[in-house]
């Protein structure tokens, strides 16, 4: 146990309360970003002159070996410091001696806590981002061979009328490019630097907090209030929110993919590698990624849920409650980026059954609508298209056929108006294709907005 505070106190700290009270097991993690804005900060003294050059290159030096040794696995990171960064400065201390003492000089570990977690922060935000964009690379390949794969598309989970499967996965696309949106957004509002706001009112020495903005590259400089800076968790919440939505829409994801995958529906074989069996049942193949891609959704929400509730109702400025961001917003970050790893793992090795998928289309009245559509187009008003449809499909329920195994007698009881162009008018080619509108599962409107996903993904992220 080692304290930082020895002058003020005369006893020890009770050994339950340190414990309590430390974050280095959780903040460990934080070792690289605590060392980079540390060489910033030192930089910045030296190059202003509040510390001596050659304390400065001690303690760079110091510094550095301290980063190279725990890369290397030759300096364990122990827990009976409190936090990583009295973890770090006290083996500074043990390796450079006194110079060392000097670079928590116009610094504190509420300034220095702030930047590294913003830091840790900036980082996820990049590899999340990273996931998605291959996560939508994997569903880009799925649709390009799937243009012309018909399946039912859905509403109330009914069969309600025929899509393609590139434009059913298009959907999740379009959901994918708004999540990376929302991380580019938050992004460019945290990208300013609270390294020498001090503990909570800036500081007696002259640094130069510019200086230490731009070295570690914040493209908005230092932040503009001392207190604000130090107490700000808003990007951390902004962060949490938009995993939590990230992984709402892959619960959705995955709900279908489970779905799909049930016997009942036989869509989809998910290979292997990502599925398990069971123990008793011999015949099982689970989709046990997809469902802990679901479950999972409510661990994320909960860590956002819980830093909101942390933050509600702290006073200013820094106080230790703060400390609780670290295991939630982790905890968020790791969640997210595992379940995109895998769920794109899961999508690119997935097999359709493109028959299956069409033969339920078709066995599902999906092409009701077209019917009708039909009607209309032959000048009967829809609202009386609507109810001749209607009852030749309750004829079809009652028979067990589908609307194309009816005789041309059949339609023609119900209307004068059906010729023999209407198989071909409610055939599931037909039905998608003459979908033309923007934002339609047609072959024209679908490739327009491959082109424009092509051009997407090769965009810099
Ligand atoms: N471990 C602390 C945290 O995560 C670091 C800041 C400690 N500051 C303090 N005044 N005790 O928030």
């Given at each position: 146990m080692a304290d930082l505070w020895g002058g003020r106190f005369e006893n020890g700290t009770d050994k339950g309360a340190f414990e309590f009270n430390a974050s280095i097991r959780f903040d460990k993690r934080l070792y690289k970003e605590d060392i980079e804005g540390s060489l910033a900060h030192v930089g910045m003294l030296k190059k202003t002159g509040i510390i001596e050059d050659s304390d400065a290159e001690k303690i760079i030096e110091g510094l550095k070996s301290i980063y190279q040794d725990i890369e290397s696995g030759n300096l364990i990171i122990d827990d009976s410091h409190e936090d990583i960064h009295s973890f770090v400065e006290a083996e500074l201390i043990k390796r450079v001696g006194d110079p060392g003492k000097k670079l928590h000089t116009g610094r504190s570990r509420n300034d220095q806590v702030a930047l590294d977690m913003k830091l840790y922060a900036r980082e996820a935000v990049r590899e999340i981002d990273r996931n998605i964009l291959e996560l939508q690379?994997?569903?880009f390949e799925l649709m390009e061979a799937n243009l012309g794969t018909y399946m039912p598309g859905f509403t109330h989970l009914q069969k309600a009328q025929p899509v393609t499967l590139a434009h059913h996965?298009?959907?999740?696309?379009?959901?994918?490019?708004?999540?990376?949106g929302r991380l580019r957004d938050l992004k460019s509002r945290m990208d300013s630097c609270p390294l020498g706001s001090g503990a909570l009112a800036g500081t007696t020495f002259a640094l130069d907090r510019q200086m230490t903005a731009r070295d570690l590259h914040f493209t908005l400089g230092p932040t503009r209030?001392?207190?604000d800076s130090v107490s700000d968790r808003d990007y951390l919440l902004e962060l949490m929110g938009a995993l939590s939505i990230i992984m709402m829409h892959l619960s959705r994801f995955s709900?279908?993919?489970?779905?799909?995958?049930s016997n009942e529906y036989g869509f989809v074989d998910i290979d292997d590698g990502f599925s398990t069996g069971s123990s008793i049942m011999p015949q099982k193949k689970?989709?046990?990624?997809?469902?802990?891609?679901?479950?999972?959704?409510?661990?994320?929400?909960g860590d956002l849920i819980s830093l909101l509730t942390t933050m509600k109702g702290i006073p200013l400025a820094y106080d230790k409650d703060m400390q609780e961001d670290k295991e939630a917003a982790f905890d968020a970050i790791d969640t997210v980026s595992d379940c995109l790893?895998?769920?794109?793992g899961m999508m690119s090795t997935i097999r359709f059954n493109k028959a299956v998928m069409e033969r339920s289309a078709r066995r599902g009245f999906t092409n009701a609508t077209d019917a009708a559509d039909y009607l209309v187009e032959k000048g009967v008003p829809f609202r009386d298209a609507h109810r001749i449809i209607g009852s030749l499909v309750l004829k079809c329920e009652k028979e067990g056929k589908t609307l194309d195994e009816l005789g041309l007698d059949e339609w023609r009881k119900e209307s004068d108006r059906f010729e023999s162009d209407i198989y071909d008018a409610i055939s599931m080619e037909a039905c998608v294709e003459r979908r033309q509108t923007i934002g339609a599962p047609g072959m024209k409107p679908m490739r327009e907005v491959m082109e424009y996903y092509r051009k997407y993904l090769k965009e810099p992220a």
């Open positions: 690379k994997v569903l996965l298009g959907a999740y696309f379009e959901m994918l490019m708004r999540d990376r209030n001392s207190m709900e279908e993919i489970i779905i799909w995958n689970n989709p046990d990624i997809a469902e802990l891609v679901r479950g999972k959704t409510g661990r994320v929400y790893k895998l769920f794109a």
